[in-house]
């Protein structure tokens, strides 16, 4: 007999952020990207990325981060986001993306019915410090479903950022934020996410 697990999207609200700041944070702002295990599709179909998103927003919030930016993928996500203020940065973003991890890895193994498979590989955390790498960076991940050729206009990924950026930032923001160029930019993004979503 194969027991349910409850979803972790019962367990976790929607937390959809409020407006953009578009200012780096005294207390840390990093841009974090994170795999699965040797790159495969766990996350394959809209419900698995539907509850990867939930669960992001939801631990960030959880855990004080406050997320600029965020794209969910087959095999991958990227962030940027501030760190909590009275907080150890690095402590915290290691605490709430291994519980992150560890509630996906047991939900999506109960689903292909493969316990204790490993699903989660490593994450790679960027502290920005400098205003327009964080800007241009910011393009980057709203913009990430485009660099994947997963859609034409990044807004019409629903598991990304683009489209709630779009909507809550003032007009200026948004045209400033697209301005910046991205081909230079160094990210951890040599993945290949399904195109099947």
């Known amino acids: 007999m194969v027991r349910r697990m409850r979803s972790p999207e019962r ?57 600029e930016a965020w794209a969910v993928f087959s095999n991958h996500y990227h962030f940027i986001g501030h760190s909590p203020a009275n907080a150890d940065s690095a402590e915290s973003l290691s605490v709430m993306l291994g519980g992150l991890h560890e509630k996906l890895a047991k939900w999506v193994n109960m689903r ?12 790679w955390e960027t502290r920005l410090i400098y205003e327009r790498s964080y800007l241009a960076r910011l393009h980057y991940v709203h913009r990430n479903p485009v660099k994947h050729g997963l859609v034409r206009v990044a807004a019409l990924y629903p598991w990304c950022s683009a489209g709630w950026f779009e909507r809550t930032a003032s007009g200026a923001q948004v045209k400033t934020i697209y301005a910046f160029k991205t081909d230079q930019l160094r990210v951890v993004d040599d993945y290949e996410p399904a195109s099947d979503w």
């Open 11 to 67: 367990d976790w609200d929607i937390a959809w952020p409020h407006a953009p700041t578009h200012r780096l944070s005294e207390s840390g702002t990093y841009l974090v990207t994170s795999g699965t295990y040797l790159k495969q599709h766990f996350f394959r179909d809209r419900e698995r990325l539907a509850v990867l998103q939930r669960g992001l927003l939801t631990v960030a919030r959880k855990y004080g981060w406050r997320l």
């Open 112 to 123: 292909d019915q493969q316990p204790g498979r490993q699903v989660w590989h490593n994450f």
